[in-house]
C-alpha cells in the first residue's frame, strides 16, 4: 500500500507564509502527479496546485502569485508553500498522488489515486 501523510499546517494571521509538506511512502514504483487539493467548510473539495512529475505547475486562479507547489522526486515529497494568506484560504488541505505501486496481489504494478489525512490551515484576519 501507499500512505501520504501532510504536515506544516497550523494558524496563522492574514498576510503571513506557511509551508505545507507531505511525503509519500509504501511499495512505490514511481509518481504521476501530485497536487494539493483544500476544503472549506460547508465547501466542496477544490484543486489549489498540482505538478506534474516532470515539474509542470497548475494553480487555481484564487492562489496564483501567492502559492508555490514543488516536488522533490528522490524523495518521494510535495511542498506547498503559501506567502500573503488570506482568511478565505482558511481549510483544510490535502495532498494527493496518482502513484503506480507494487500489486503483489496481481505481481504485476498498478495506478492508484492517494490522498492524505488532511491537514488544517487557519490564517486569521
Known amino acids: 500500500q501507499v500512505q501520504l501523510v501532510e504536515s506544516g499546517g497550523g494558524l496563522v494571521q492574514a498576510g503571513g507564509s506557511l509551508r505545507l509538506s507531505c511525503a509519500a511512502s509504501?511499495?512505490?514504483?514511481?509518481?504521476?502527479?501530485m497536487g494539493w487539493y483544500r476544503q472549506a467548510p460547508g465547501k466542496q473539495r477544490e484543486m489549489v496546485a498540482t505538478?506534474?512529475?516532470?515539474?509542470?505547475?497548475n494553480y487555481a486562479d484564487s492562489v496564483k502569485g501567492r502559492f508555490s507547489i514543488s516536488r522533490n522526486n528522490a524523495k518521494n515529497m510535495v511542498y506547498l508553500q503559501m506567502n500573503s494568506l488570506k482568511p478565505e484560504d482558511t481549510a483544510d488541505y490535502y495532498c494527493?498522488?496518482?502513484?503506480?505501486?507494487?500489486?503483489?496481489?496481481?505481481?504485476?504494478?498498478?495506478?492508484?489515486?492517494?490522498w492524505g489525512q488532511g491537514t488544517q490551515v487557519t490564517v486569521s484576519s
Open positions: 494527493n498522488a496518482v502513484v503506480r505501486r507494487w500489486n503483489s496481489d496481481y505481481d504485476a504494478s498498478t495506478l492508484d489515486d492517494y
Open positions: 509504501g511499495s512505490i514504483v514511481s509518481i504521476n502527479n
Open positions: 505538478i506534474t512529475s516532470t515539474g509542470s505547475t
